[in-house]
């Protein structure tokens, strides 16, 4: 198994304009564990927006350095929720994927004629998305090096990236050696300024202090820095802003006056999301902080179903308040639909201060030029290898195109 990367890794080193001193040998020390069970993870980008529920999302071509789990175990993380239930979530530890296959994609596709699946995506540069399943910059990377790795061979070959990460190692020097500002957007996750909520929600992330840090650093040299507040938790019971009801009740996971210390760090853009949890979620969350979310949700919406939401005028109500403080301190403010469904990413678009990119990058990053929203659906079907008939790929294709048209439509007639 491993003499497959040592070959790769030969031919790549001896074949491409780009060289590696990598130490393979990383490799070993996970085989010699049985962590490769199913083989080393795959080094090939994925594309995540074919079907699923973020079809809209511009950033869909994504791939993580590590696989299987992150140590910053975020309680609420959809990753480990999912992964948890297959056994799957840091059991024992993250592995990292095949870094030659990743190297070989991008050689093949630059450096050689031959064909790729990925090959109309990856020439045009279509932005590349690291860190959404694992996070590129936990305290493994400095050991490991693939997330390392990983980037400089995207620095060789020019290629645009949208980081995201809960970690302040992306600051130092040898990941700042090769990231140029004008390919790397950077993406930090700052649900809450809230020392003590985070280390029970995060509890294996740096803190938000850590966090501020680094935004400063990056955002002073001259990094397109957005600043995640997703999940967004509410602070108090749903229909408080919208409705107007009074409660006791009230969380201090998020203050609307943490805008102003975001500022104070250089951020520059901001993007935000309701959080929406699963409910053994809820369970965890409460064993952690005594608070349970179902006690701030609507009667009405309990009675609907599991999982923790807040109603459609509440969360906008959140939205509103937290752009008229971004407004306040001339940060950019965009919303992200992803977790709330398809409908969100039509909804709150009037709020956006970026109309062309709800991550807030295009016309920010001039390397930002194409997206994974341009490829036609029947493209994005095939390119990840769906398991349609060529019929039902184009009934696909319409279905999704005719949704996305009245729901475009539905929501410009509402304003
Ligand atoms: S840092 Fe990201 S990937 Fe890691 S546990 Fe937290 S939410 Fe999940």
């Known amino acids: 198994m491993l003499s497959k990367l040592q070959k790769n890794f030969k031919f790549l080193n001896e074949s491409s304009d780009y060289k590696s001193d990598f130490d393979l040998s990383i490799y070993e020390f996970f085989h010699s564990k049985n962590l490769f069970s199913n083989g080393v993870p795959s080094g090939a980008p994925e594309l995540m927006n074919a079907i699923s529920d973020c079809s809209q999302c511009y950033y869909g071509l994504q791939i993580d350095s590590y696989v299987n789990g992150c140590f910053h175990d975020c309680q609420y993380c959809w990753a480990k929720t999912d992964l948890t239930k297959s056994n799957q979530w840091n059991n024992p530890m993250p592995v990292p994927i095949d870094i030659t296959e990743f190297w070989k994609i991008l050689y093949t596709i630059f450096e050689t004629n031959e064909p790729h699946a990925l090959r109309a995506i990856i020439e045009k540069r279509t932005p590349l998305r690291i860190g959404s399943l694992s996070d590129p910059f936990m305290t493994m990377d400095k050991k490991y090096n693939v997330t390392l790795e ?47 909520f985070t280390k029970l929600l995060e509890p294996g992330a740096p803190s938000p202090i850590k966090r501020l840090e680094a935004l400063k650093v990056l955002s002073d040299l001259g990094f397109w820095t957005t600043v995640r507040l997703n999940p967004l938790f509410p602070i108090y019971p749903d229909g408080k802003y919208s409705r107007n009801i009074e409660s006791d009740f009230s969380t201090d996971f998020f203050s609307f006056k943490s805008i102003e210390t975001l500022y104070e760090y250089g951020c520059k853009s901001l993007l935000t999301g309701f959080v929406h949890l699963e409910d053994q979620v809820i ?15 609507s009667n009405e919406l309990k009675e609907e179903g599991p999982g923790f939401r807040y109603s459609n005028s509440e969360i906008r109500k959140y939205y509103e308040l937290i ?23 039509w909804k709150d678009q009037d709020l956006w201060d970026n109309k062309d990119d709800c991550c807030n990058i295009k016309n920010r990053l001039e390397s930002f030029k194409t997206d994974t929203q341009m490829i036609p659906i029947v493209n994005r079907l095939e390119i990840s290898n769906v398991e349609m008939s060529y019929f039902q790929k184009r009934l696909h294709s319409f279905w999704q195109s005719f949704k996305s048209y009245f729901l475009k439509k539905i929501f410009e007639s509402s304003k």
Do not use: W
């Not at 980037?151 to 190692?169: C, E, F, G, W």
């Not at 700042?176 to 790397?184: I, T, Y």
């Not at 919303?335 to 409908?343: A, D, I, K, N, V």
């Open 150 to 196: 990983m980037l400089k061979i995207l620095n060789h070959y020019d290629y645009p990236v949208v980081i995201l990460t809960r970690s302040h190692h992306i600051v130092e020097k040898r990941y700042l050696d090769v990231m140029n500002p004008k390919l790397v957007a950077i993406q930090i996750s700052l649900p809450s300024l809230n020392e003590e």
């Open 283 to 297: 369970k965890l969350i409460e064993n952690k902080t005594q608070i349970n979310l179902y006690d701030m949700m």
């Open 323 to 345: 752009k008229e403080e971004c407004q306040k301190f001339n940060i950019e403010f965009t919303t992200c639909y992803l977790g709330l469904g398809e409908p969100y990413y």
